[in-house]
């Protein structure tokens, strides 16, 4: 489900050097299937064209001189009405002012006061002019009347001095956008669980077991959970992924860690999907000081992890959790025979089959190849697909089990 998609989003851009990042920003939106149209005030126009925004956007940008034009009497509520969300990114401390006392003598002040439609603004301005009590008071007056601000960020700033000031990167709005795109989805209410990553169980102060789990195909549920409107959980172990934004981040690294998060994560939620890569065993006695390579090799003792889905799986069989759990399974050896044992094992309610020993599927890459299987013996093998779509697919899957409006029809 793409929140973007039908999605009309009104761009409003005033005076900064933060310009060039709207227009990068219009460009992210579109390709993620909006459709994007910008206001630009006179100030804007002097730091960039209404021709780079009607290039990223495909669409018309509109000036101060459409007010006057033959639909200037209606053009602030035209573009108003049609809008999702309106976004004014780079906002200047004077439009914010203006915004707060209702001002309205450029076309995008007087849209902004006649959108009905959630306003998100991203302010970008000097540190001294952000702090300024003025400005946050207008901030606050903002607030209090329900217009969400994302930043500003500290950074180098264009005076050349540091300070809070620069504006939010475009990749972290756009996800801002989508998430706040979402609410109100299927799954809205619903609290998923996800964890990702593989455990890191360690030897010494400097060295850890682990795999070779990238995360991407946990972040990818946990990315098509929030699209769908869900509240999600993401207990994760170390990765390199950028947190999807929304998602609520509760970092571990053993797998000890990671039973304790997801036992005080699950009771309030619908359905556990254990995408994480969880290590079977952990060095028994690691050491407390870093292990010399100048003393002899050191045997290393190994003991078993708890096995956290088992563990979920008696919490549900004694009643005390009553949402689904999904698994998944790496396997390089009779992949649906083991999978099939794991589901009884571990009682969940649909287990995820990927046979690592297929090129593109499995660990670290983009794709994976997998099969659904369900504990009255259904199986759904997959073609290979993306991370996303597998995490689709899977998210699909556990709605209709659900009873997911609209889920049970495909
Ligand atoms: O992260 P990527 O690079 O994108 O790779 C994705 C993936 C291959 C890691 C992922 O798709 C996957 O298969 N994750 C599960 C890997 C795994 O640990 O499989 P398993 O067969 O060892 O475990 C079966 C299930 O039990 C898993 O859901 C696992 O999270 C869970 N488990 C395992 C061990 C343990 N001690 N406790 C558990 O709960």
Redesign the pocket.
């Known amino acids: 489900m793409n929140p973007f998609a039908n999605k009309h989003l009104l761009l409003g851009v005033t005076g900064s050097i933060a310009c060039y990042k709207a227009a990068d920003l219009a460009s992210k939106l579109r390709q993620a299937g909006a459709e994007v149209e910008a206001i630009l005030t006179q100030a804007a126009q002097q730091f960039i064209t209404p021709l780079t925004f009607q290039s990223v956007t495909g669409r018309r940008t509109f000036v101060d001189a459409d007010l006057w034009g033959a639909a200037g009497h209606v053009i602030h509520v035209s573009l108003a009405e049609k809008a999702d969300l309106m976004i004014i990114a780079p906002a200047t401390a004077n439009t914010i002012a203006k915004l707060a006392h209702g001002q309205a003598d450029n076309l995008l002040t007087i849209t902004s006061l006649a959108a009905r439609c959630p306003i998100l603004i991203a302010p970008a301005m000097d540190g001294g002019m952000w702090d300024n009590s003025a400005t946050q008071a207008n901030v606050q007056l903002l607030k209090a009347r329900g217009v969400t601000f994302f930043g500003p960020v500290e950074g180098h700033l264009a005076s050349g001095l540091r300070g809070v000031g620069r504006m939010t990167d475009p990749a972290d709005l756009a996800g801002h956008i989508r998430y706040q795109l979402s609410r109100g989805g299927p799954l809205t209410g619903q609290k998923i669980v996800v ?4 455990t890191q169980e360690p030897l010494d102060p400097v060295r850890v077991l682990t795999n ?7 972040y990818a549920i946990v990315q098509a959970a929030l699209d769908l409107g869900a509240d999600v959980d993401l207990i994760s172990s170390p990765t390199h992924l950028p947190i999807p934004a929304g998602a609520n981040l509760i970092p571990v690294k053993t ?1 000890g860690e990671m039973l304790e998060a997801v036992l005080a994560a699950i009771m309030d939620s619908s359905a556990l999907v ?7 065993f952990r060095p028994a006695h690691p050491a407390e000081q870093k292990i010399k390579k100048e003393n002899t090799i050191p045997p290393i003792l190994l003991e078993r ?6 563990t979920v799986g008696f919490l549900k069989h004694n009643h005390q959790y009553r949402g689904l759990t999904i ?5 390089s050896q009779e992949v649906l025979k ?1 999978a099939a044992g ?1 589901i009884r094992a ?1 009682k969940l309610d649909m ?2 089959a ?1 046979d ?1 020993g297929a090129p593109g599927a ?4 983009d794709t ?1 190849q ?1 099969t659904l299987l369900f504990p009255d013996g259904r199986q759904e093998a997959l073609p290979l697909m993306g ?1 996303e779509e597998v995490a689709d697919r899977v998210l699909w899957e556990m709605m209709r089990m659900m009873g997911v409006e609209g889920a049970s029809s495909g």
């Open positions: 964890t990702a990553g593989g070779r789990s990238s995360g991407k195909q946990g797998a254990m995408a994480a890569a969880v290590a079977d992890n708890p096995d956290i889905l088992q698994g998944f399974a790496a396997e083991n794991k571990k287990i995820v990927n690592i499995g660990f670290e890459v994976n997998v991370k």
